[in-house]
Each structure stands twice: as C-alpha cells, then as structure tokens.
C-alpha cells in the first residue's frame, strides 16, 4: 500500500533541479542576489548520501543496511532543517512497509504528518492509513480520531464511514453504531450511490453477535432488498439458523425445515450437502414425500451427484414409508376422521411436498380447526403453499399470524421473499453449515 505522493522524493534521490544541497558561505551570498526560479530543497550532502544509500537497500530488500543508513541520516540532520526531517520520515515510511513492520510504519507517518512539507492533498490518505494502523493496534479512540481528520481534509474512501461505525460498535456503543450506518447509508442513496454489500454483511454479523437477532433480521432483510442473490439468501438464512441455535433458541427440525424450504425456493440450495441436511431433516420428522422430491430435484439439477450413494439409501427409505403410510387420499380420509388436527396436518405436509398447493391449504386449515396442532407452524405452512401458489396477499396474511420467537422470524423471511421474488443468480458459497 502506497501511503503518500513519491514525487518530492523521487527529486531529491533522483538530484532533480528542486535539489540543492547546502553550498558554501560565498556561493550563498552570490545566491541571494539572484531571485529563485523555484522552491529549493535544502539538505547536506552527508544526509543526501545516507538516504540515497537507505532507498537503495530498501529497494533491495536488504532492511538490515537501510536500517543502518537511515540512523546515519538522523545523525546527519541539522537540526531544524525541515526538507531533511521530511525527506526521512518518507523514507522511513518506505522502509517499513517493505519490512511490515506496522508499529514502526505508525511512527514514521506520525513523523511525516508533523511535517510542514507535506502537501495538504497527502494529509487525508496518511490520517486514513494510521487510523487504520491504529484499529489494529485495538487502539479504538486513536484510530476515530484519525479517521475523523481525514474526513476533515476531504479524504474519500468507501470504507472509511464503515470504520467509524466499527470502532463504535467494537467499543461496545452498539447503538451509536448503528446510528452512524444509518447516516451513511442515508447519504449514499441521497446521492444515488450504491450501498455496499459488504456493509450489510458487517451490520448483520455484529448484530447477531451482540444476541441482537430482531435488528440482525431487519438489517438481513435489508440487504436481500437491494441484493437479492442466490448467495446471500443462503449467507443470511445460514447465519440466522446457527445463531438461532447457538443462542440457545434451537430451532427443532419443525422449524428447520421450513428455512430450508426458503433456502430451497430461492434456488440457495448450493451442493450435495446442503440437499443431505435437507433430507436428513425430512426423514427425521416423517416427510418421506419431500425426501422422494428433493433427491430427484438434487439430482436433475446436478447438485446430487451420481456418485452420492447415501442417497440411493435414503430414496429407498423413504419409498418403503410412502408405501408403509399409504395414498394420499388415505391420510385426506383419515385427517377428516381425526380427532384432532394432526392426521390434517400431516396430509397437509404431503400435499405440499407433491406441489399440490390447494389441497395443503384446505387440509391446513382443516388441521387449525380440529385444534391440537402448533398453530404458528401451521400458519407458516399455509403461507408457504399460499406463496407457491402465487396469493401473494394471503400468504402475507397468513405469516402475519406468526411473530413469536424463531418462527416469527422465519415468517419474516418469507414474506420478503414474497414481496421481493426476483433471485438474482450467483454461485452460492460452499462451506460448512
């Protein structure tokens, strides 16, 4: 990373016409009857040859000797000589970059900040820089500060509004973050500028992490709006699952399923994996139809492959069920006899997994009015059918109905899903879930 212009350096090491190093007393005198074409540089020949002699090991990556010359051109400086107290802490800069050393790259750009030879237009690019330096320092305070100077001298970066809400936020002021994204956001779309996705990613994470799911949600929902990928639905979906279990709110397969359903419907399903979970789930919770469906769509997509065996187990599991539970209209008759409505909503649950939208909600419903059932669930499975049916309206409606816990959050989801449909094609990202 190149912190600051190399223009007025590369003048003096490479003797440019600005240069001059101090001439004898007489030569001065001459001097000063003449009026100078241009702003000199002023700096002894001891410290000319130690710098010269430093960028030549630095650019040789020999940091030993650079080293060395340049304590030999801090020995060399007349005190109070400006150009040569500049010319050093630009080569001291150079030097640790090439070394990495970023508590001695801090301390040479403190140098060159305090310089008066520094062009105004170099100050924001450097107090950007050591802010950053200063945040991985952990030094939070220090690294606001910085940041705040280089927007006072016009710096523009797309990153740095970013920082400022990360310091706040890593400090704890949660709230005070979120404010200054909301204000930066606010301004990026007043000017017509995109919002970064990224910023989305970061606001989402830390919410969570601070077990502040409802905003970590809102802020996802946000994002899916402006950046409605197949790999984000998956990223958020993914994010909201494990962080709903670790935070002790397990979601159960009941609920599971049903944001792999979402995962399933916004084409965020990426691998065998993903389709393996899924599958594993509906074989837990009696749902061989959807087992049958998704290891055939697995498949025709080309996300099974032919080499996945465990599958061929699994389909033949769940085909010995189907025929062990018996047609469909059997479950429909045996729901209206029931005595309750879970016979209703297991018929409802195979209705829907063989497309049949209509008959999932008419025996969903059949399911809400015998009672016995978890009404959220329930309603959460009618706006799923009703959403594939393409009620947009209704299916609204019905997730309405669920706000509790996890599941009210699940509902959300789908509701975006249902307000915002379009699925803008990636390749979802691969990893552990």
Request: hydrophobic letters at 45%; a positive charge; zero cysteines.
């Amino acid at each position: 990373m190149t912190f600051v212009s190399k223009a007025a350096l590369a003048a003096m090491l490479g003797l440019g016409a600005t240069l001059v190093v101090a001439p004898p007393a007489d030569a001065q005198k001459r001097k000063k009857e003449e009026a100078p074409a241009a702003p000199q540089i002023q700096v002894g020949e001891a410290f000319r040859v130690a710098v010269l002699a430093a960028d030549a090991a630095i650019k040789a990556k020999d940091f030993a000797t650079a080293d060395t010359q340049l304590a030999a051109a801090q020995a060399a400086m007349t005190a109070g000589n400006q150009d040569e107290a500049y010319f050093l802490a630009q080569t001291k800069v150079q030097a640790a970059q090439g070394k990495n050393d970023r508590p001695a790259l801090a301390a040479a750009i403190d140098e060159l900040l305090a310089s008066p030879k520094l062009k105004p237009e170099d100050r924001g690019g450097l107090y950007f820089n050591r802010g950053i330096l200063a945040l991985d320092a952990k030094q939070g305070d220090v690294a606001k500060q910085f940041f705040q100077r280089a927007q006072q001298a016009g710096y523009k970066d797309p990153d740095l509004d970013l920082r400022l809400a990360q310091i706040e936020i890593q400090g704890g002021n949660i709230d005070a973050g979120v404010q200054n994204m909301e204000k930066v956001i606010a301004a990026k779309k007043a000017a017509g500028q995109p919002v970064p996705s990224q910023w989305y990613d970061y606001m989402i994470s830390q919410l969570y992490k601070s077990k502040r799911s409802a905003e970590a949600g809102q802020w996802a929902r946000r994002q899916l709006t402006e950046y409605p990928t197949q790999a984000n639905w998956r990223k958020v979906l993914i994010l909201f699952r494990d962080r709903a279990d670790n935070n002790g709110a397990t979601l159960g397969n009941q609920a599971r399923v049903d944001v792999l359903r979402l995962m399933r419907d916004t084409k965020s399903l990426a691998d065998q994996n993903d389709y393996r979970e899924y599958t594993q789930v509906t074989q837990d919770i009696g749902l061989p139809y959807e087992t049958v469906t998704l290891i055939d769509e697995g498949r025709a997509l080309g996300k099974i492959p032919a080499s996945a065996a465990v599958f061929n187990g699994i389909k033949t599991t769940a085909q010995t069920q189907i025929k062990a539970d018996g047609s469909v209209t059997v479950l429909e008759t045996r729901a209206k006899a029931g005595a309750n409505g879970r016979a209703a909503a297991a018929a409802g649950n195979v209705y829907l997994a063989t497309g049949n939208n209509a008959k999932a909600i008419e025996l969903y419903q059949l399911a809400l009015q015998k009672g016995g059932v978890d009404a959220d669930e329930v309603n959460t499975r009618i706006g799923i059918a009703q959403a594939r049916s393409g009620n947009a309206a209704e299916a609204k409606a019905s997730f309405a109905k669920v706000t509790a816990g996890p599941r009210g959050e699940i509902a959300t989801f789908w509701t975006l899903f249902v307000d915002q449909p379009r699925i803008v094609a990636s390749t979802p990202v691969v990893g552990n879930n």
